[in-house]
């Protein structure tokens, strides 16, 4: 299983990304798929998940700012960001657990400027 994260760069407070993280593997789309960010100087730290089932959940400080989805036919997960504030600056990995296994993406850099 291999993830791989894009979709980030520089963008100015207030504005919006969506990150995507294509996952291979011909059963995408019986797991789930979570999102973390890991800031200069702090520990990695969960930002909102999705179940297979299709079930979100946010960490409260993006909640009604971001948006967690998939494209099972595309075997992607979508992270939409709106409303970007400098704190959300931080490198974003996507992250599927399958079973006992957990399989990260490589990260992709989020920069807000102010």
């Known amino acids: 299983v291999q993830l791989q994260a894009s979709g980030g760069g520089l963008v100015q407070a207030g504005g919006s990304l969506k990150l995507s993280c294509v996952i291979s593997?011909?059963?995408?789309?019986?797991?789930?798929a979570t999102w973390y960010r890991q800031a200069p100087g702090s520990q990695r730290e969960w930002v909102a998940g999705?179940?297979?089932?299709?079930?979100?959940n946010y960490v409260d400080f993006v909640k009604g700012r971001f948006t967690i989805s998939r494209d099972n036919a595309k075997n992607t997960v979508y992270l939409q960001m709106n409303s970007l504030k400098p704190e959300d600056t931080a490198v974003y990995y996507c992250?599927?657990?399958?079973?006992?296994?957990?399989?990260w993406g490589q990260g992709t850099l989020v920069t807000v400027s102010s």
């Open positions: 992250k599927q657990e399958r079973g006992a296994h957990a399989y």
């Open positions: 593997g011909s059963t995408f789309s019986r797991y789930g």
């Open positions: 999705l179940a297979a089932g299709g079930a979100t």
